[in-house]
């Protein structure tokens, strides 16, 4: 089957974990500055769409080359393959376009002259004067950084964050991929206690479960690819009874989410049922400071609010004392905090282990890692 030279996208940040998730499906990879190449047939588009949890995207690269003039960009964009993949009544906006550090800096003429040079290349290549423009959709990416060019299709549709289940949320919620992104940075196994101690809409608590349970992120939604007329429709059953198969429905969780807000609450129990792990994780109302536990060598992963808005900051550093209080006194948990706060350790009343830099959407964060100390229990 026809190999395919692949990139997964992903936030600033992210790629350590993104390419460890690659590696760990046997893929060889390069690790660049917001994606991770890899190569596959059609399987392995699908499979990566459907198994990726930190991933935002997975696209095909069509093309890569130097350019300094819009010139070269139209010859250089029409000489690539592209009736391999788009069918002369395909729909094939540029969708996304960016340039940084480039000749060519205007955006809508990359788009407008990235379009034109597809056109023509289909025109000759399939002999049709006239492109509809009415059948499969085919969304195109050019990026352009130092003069150099990289234009892809993606696969995946909608971003690979929307799972399927979140069908309510309260006010700026982490995106799926990145709440499973916190989770495979923690050192959590399934056997041991998981608590979000600010859990909002229940994001971080369901990616947890889905982890433990093994459950492909992606099983209940379809991609892009699946609609195109070359894709061979039967990997579609097939790659997801395989995903079936490899899901751990039966396996035993202790997942908790707490959060002070009761119609958070609510919230999170709905989109658990959504996911089909109503009964796998507690989500309860309950205050940072009311919480306590006499179990051990369990996982904190919180992600409390930051304190952006005046008047704001005041409360969540009460909270992060709240935190400090009560977690210092449980040495064989660890905890990972995310908050954009630089005055977060003094708050808390601990240095962290270890600090690591990460982008919730535009946002600047870092997660404040305490790991804990492992007792037999």
């Known amino acids: 089957m026809h190999k395919f030279n692949l990139i997964a996208t992903c936030g600033?940040?992210?790629?350590?974990?993104?390419?460890?998730?690659l590696k760990k499906m046997g893929y060889q990879t390069e690790t660049e500055n917001g994606f991770v190449r890899f190569s596959g047939d059609q399987s392995d588009i699908l499979k990566t769409n459907l198994w990726l949890r930190s991933a935002d995207r997975v696209k095909i690269l069509v093309g890569e080359f130097h350019t300094l003039r819009f010139d070269d960009l139209f010859e250089s964009v029409k000489k690539l393959p592209w009736s391999e993949f788009i069918g002369w009544q395909d729909s094939f906006p540029v969708s996304e376009a960016h340039s940084r550090d480039s000749q060519l800096f205007s955006v809508p003429d990359i788009q407008r002259i990235t379009k034109k040079a597809i056109v023509e290349s289909l025109r000759l290549s399939t002999g049709h004067q006239i492109l509809p423009e009415d059948g499969k959709l085919f969304d195109i990416d050019?990026?352009?950084?130092?003069?150099?060019?990289?234009?892809?299709?993606?696969?995946?549709?909608?971003?690979?964050?929307?799972?399927?289940?979140?069908?309510?949320?309260?006010?700026?919620?982490?995106?799926?991929?990145f709440a499973a992104s916190l989770v495979l940075l923690t050192n959590w196994f399934s056997d041991n206690p998981?608590?979000?101690?600010?859990?909002?809409?229940?994001?971080?608590?369901?990616?947890?479960?889905?982890?433990?349970?093994?459950?492909?992120?992606?099983?209940?939604?379809?991609?892009?690819?699946?609609?195109?007329?070359?894709?061979?429709?039967?990997?579609?059953?097939?790659?997801?009874?395989?995903?079936?198969?490899?899901?751990?429905?039966?396996?035993p969780l202790d997942i908790r989410g707490y959060d002070i807000d009761g119609n958070m609450i609510r919230i999170s129990k709905e989109n658990?049922?959504?996911?089909?792990?109503?009964?796998?994780?507690?989500?309860?109302?309950?205050?940072?400071?009311?919480?306590?536990?006499?179990?051990?060598?369990?996982i904190i992963v919180a992600n409390p609010p930051y304190g952006q808005r005046l008047g704001e900051?005041?409360?969540?550093?009460?909270?992060?004392?709240?935190?400090?209080?009560?977690?210092?006194?449980?040495?064989?948990?660890?905890?990972?905090?995310?908050?954009?706060?630089?005055?977060?350790?003094?708050?808390?009343?601990?240095?962290?282990?270890?600090?690591?830099?990460?982008?919730?959407?535009?946002?600047?964060?870092?997660?404040?890692?305490?790991?804990?100390?492992?007792?037999?229990?």
């Not at 299709?153 to 995106?175: M, N, Q, V």
């Not at 889905?210 to 699946?226: C, Q, S």
């Open 12 to 21: 600033q940040g992210i790629e350590s974990i993104l390419t460890k998730e």
């Open 142 to 177: 050019i990026r352009i950084v130092k003069n150099n060019v990289r234009i892809m299709i993606d696969t995946s549709g909608e971003s690979l964050f929307k799972r399927g289940y979140r069908t309510e949320h309260g006010g700026a919620p982490l995106k799926e991929n």
């Open 194 to 251: 998981f608590v979000d101690p600010v859990c909002g809409s229940g994001t971080i608590p369901i990616e947890a479960a889905m982890i433990g349970k093994n459950l492909a992120p992606g099983m209940n939604r379809r991609f892009a690819i699946e609609d195109w007329d070359w894709f061979d429709k039967k990997l579609s059953d097939d790659l997801r009874d395989q995903a079936d198969s490899l899901a751990d429905y039966d396996r």
């Open 272 to 298: 658990a049922r959504k996911a089909g792990l109503y009964n796998d994780i507690q989500f309860k109302q309950l205050a940072v400071k009311d919480w306590s536990t006499d179990q051990k060598n369990g």
């Open 313 to 377: 900051i005041e409360q969540a550093r009460e909270l992060y004392q709240q935190m400090g209080a009560i977690y210092n006194k449980m040495p064989t948990w660890s905890k990972y905090i995310l908050t954009s706060d630089e005055k977060f350790e003094s708050y808390y009343g601990q240095k962290a282990t270890k600090k690591r830099k990460l982008y919730n959407g535009p946002i600047r964060t870092d997660l404040y890692q305490f790991w804990g100390r492992k007792e037999r229990s």
